[in-house]
């Protein structure tokens, strides 16, 4: 006689569930220590001792270049300038750099400057490969602690901000942006033409 019995549960084959015996507890604790890191990553963010506004004066900073010279934001005072936030391993500040240095040379007679706040904690020479490769010509500055990045508030990258030559901000850029665009040409050219 053959009977067909129907089980409502779990069929036990000899083989262990995965699930069975494994404690919940290491999974918490992974999902707590990653909250607790996220916090300790954006909480810089939250505490910035100056906000940086539009139409506003941009807060000064002074950070090393490639070479280890000390340069301010304040000493560019005169010029029009671009500080661009960016990293060695973000792929996009990658492909705008290069249009970044584009419009550099194009104007930096005309007293445009860009400087290039590398946020990577990197050695000089490992981004000063980058840059190489990456072909560019514009200052860059080191902000490994991420202080700068912090106080401009740059959560994402690239994040450009353009100041006028009195060094007030006069608009922010941030993702990929079409420097070499007529909007973005003329936007430099009115801001160059300001005494």
Partial sequence: MNTMHSFSGNVRTGRSSPDKGRDPLPIFYLLLALICSLCLILAPFS????QVQINAAAP???????????????????????????????????QETPKLNTIYKKYKDQGLEVIGVAIDREPAGIIQEAVRKDGLSFPILLD????????????????VFILDRNGIVVDKKVGIYEWSSPESEQLIEKLLKKK
């Fill in 60 to 94: 000064d900073f002074t950070l090393p270049t490639l070479e280890g010279k000390d340069v301010s934001l304040s000493s560019l005072k005169g010029k029009v300038v671009l500080v661009a936030f960016w990293s060695i391993y973000c792929h996009v500040c990658r």
């Fill in 144 to 159: 490994s602690e991420k202080k700068a990045m912090k106080t401009y508030q740059a959560r994402a990258l690239p994040a």
């Fill in 47 to 50: 505490q910035a001792a100056e």
